[in-house]
Nanobody, 115 residues
Framework: QVQLVESGGGLVQAGGSLRLSCAASGSIFRSSTAGWYRQAPGKQREQVARITSGGYTNYADSVKDRFTISRDNAKNTVYLQMNSLKPENTAVYYC?????????WGQGTQVTVSS
C-alpha cells in the first residue's frame, strides 16, 4: 500500500511560482507511475503531469513549458514545479501513484492564484 501526502500549496499572485511536493510511503512507489491532477470548483479532476518510474514525463497542453514534474526515488517524493501561474490554475492539486493493479491518491493541496 502507498500513502501520499502533498504539501507546498498556498496563495500566490499571477506570474508567481510554487513547488508542490508529494511524499510517499511504501516501497512500491519507486516502481509506480506518479502523477499530479487538479480539480477546480465545479469541474472534473484533470491530469496535469505524469512521470513514470523511468523518468518519462508528459504534460497537459495547458501547462507545458510552465510546469515541471520530477521525482526523487531516494526520498520517495515527486515534485511539481509551477511557474508563471495563472488564475485559472487555481484548484486542489492531488498526487497519485499507480501501477497495473492499483491507484492511490493523496488528500490534495489547495493552490490559489490571485489576479
Amino acid at each position: 500500500q502507498v500513502q501520499l501526502v502533498e504539501s507546498g500549496g498556498g496563495l500566490v499572485q499571477a506570474g508567481g511560482s510554487l513547488r508542490l511536493s508529494c511524499a510517499a510511503s511504501g516501497s512500491i512507489f519507486r516502481s509506480s507511475t506518479a502523477g499530479w491532477y487538479r480539480q477546480a470548483p465545479g469541474k472534473q479532476r484533470e491530469q496535469v503531469a505524469r512521470i513514470t518510474s523511468g523518468g518519462y514525463t508528459n504534460y497537459a497542453d495547458s501547462v507545458k513549458d510552465r510546469f515541471t514534474i520530477s521525482r526523487d526515488n531516494a526520498k520517495n517524493t515527486v515534485y511539481l514545479q509551477m511557474n508563471s501561474l495563472k488564475p485559472e490554475n487555481t484548484a486542489v492539486y492531488y498526487c497519485n501513484a499507480e501501477g497495473a493493479l492499483y491507484m492511490y491518491w493523496g488528500q490534495g493541496t489547495q493552490v490559489t492564484v490571485s489576479s
